[in-house]
């Protein structure tokens, strides 16, 4: 392995410690409520040391919010690639995808703050990443509907709407739950019900 390699892979090592570090600090504090020096502390690490690493707290804030939606959507573009019913697969890869990317806030006190905070400071890298995602489940209706499994005829939505709307519907859902528990719930009787709505009547 060469030194490059070596030094790239130090880098990311303890840019992940600190963003694990980082998510834990934000889920106590709340956004505004943190400061560098708290990650600095929850990390382990001096506090030039995370200046080193990042501008500061939004530059932190939004590399973690990428880290998490790419590690997200991987996963859940591993399930969808796999075998099985269409239903079980796109709620499978749903699930796993919030799970990863919302879950670790969802029982936080400061969890509304969080999400409008990633809403307000989402970047290009996170937009591109979600649209990869929506763009993944699209596929996979078009696919189903090709052999029968799914059928759009009877809905006004493309597959991309579809996904868009429950998207945008698992929005509200987020904001109304008390806990994991019942987002998890909610979050498959929705996918349910949205799937039944195009699903093939042969």
Same mark, same amino acid.
């Given at each position: 392995?060469? #030194? *490059?390699?070596?030094? *790239?892979?130090?880098?990311?090592? #303890?840019?992940e410690?600190v &963003? ?8 106590r504090y ?6 560098? =020096?708290d990650?600095?502390q ?5 506090? @030039?040391?995370? !200046?080193? +690493?990042?501008?500061?707290?939004? =530059? ?6 990428a &880290?998490?939606?790419? $590690? /997200? ?5 591993s ?19 919030? #799970?990863? &990317? !919302? ?11 969080? +999400?409008?905070t =990633? $809403? ?22 078009? %696919?189903?509907?090709?052999t029968?499994?799914a059928?759009?005829?009877?809905? @006004?939505?493309? @597959?991309k ?7 945008a ?7 109304k739950?008390?806990s994991? *528990? %019942?987002?998890?719930k909610?979050?498959?009787?929705? /996918?349910q019900?949205?799937l ?7």
């Amino acid at each position: 392995m060469s #030194k *490059t390699k070596q030094n *790239t892979e130090r880098v990311n090592a #303890k840019k992940e410690a600190v &963003y694990e570090a980082a998510a834990e600090v934000f889920a106590r504090y709340g956004f505004r409520r943190t400061t560098m =020096n708290d990650i600095a502390q929850g990390a382990e690490i001096s506090r @030039p040391a995370l !200046y080193l +690493m990042f501008d500061n707290k939004e =530059n932190l804030f939004c590399e973690l919010a990428a &880290y998490r939606l790419n $590690q /997200a959507v991987d996963q859940a573009l591993s399930v969808l690639a796999g075998t099985g019913k269409l239903n079980t697969r796109f709620i499978e890869a749903l699930l796993i995808f919030e #799970k990863i &990317y !919302y879950e670790p806030i969802a029982d936080s006190p400061h969890g509304g703050e969080l +999400m409008d905070t =990633n $809403q307000k400071l989402a970047t290009e890298e996170m937009v591109k990443g979600f649209s990869k995602l929506v763009t993944a489940f699209a596929k996979v209706l078009k %696919e189903a509907e090709k052999t029968g499994e799914a059928n759009f005829q009877n809905t @006004p939505l493309t @597959p991309k709407a579809f996904v868009e709307l429950l998207f945008a519907a698992l929005g509200g859902i987020k904001k109304k739950a008390s806990s994991t *528990t %019942e987002f998890r719930k909610n979050t498959e009787q929705l /996918a349910q019900i949205f799937l039944k709505t195009v699903a093939s009547q042969s």
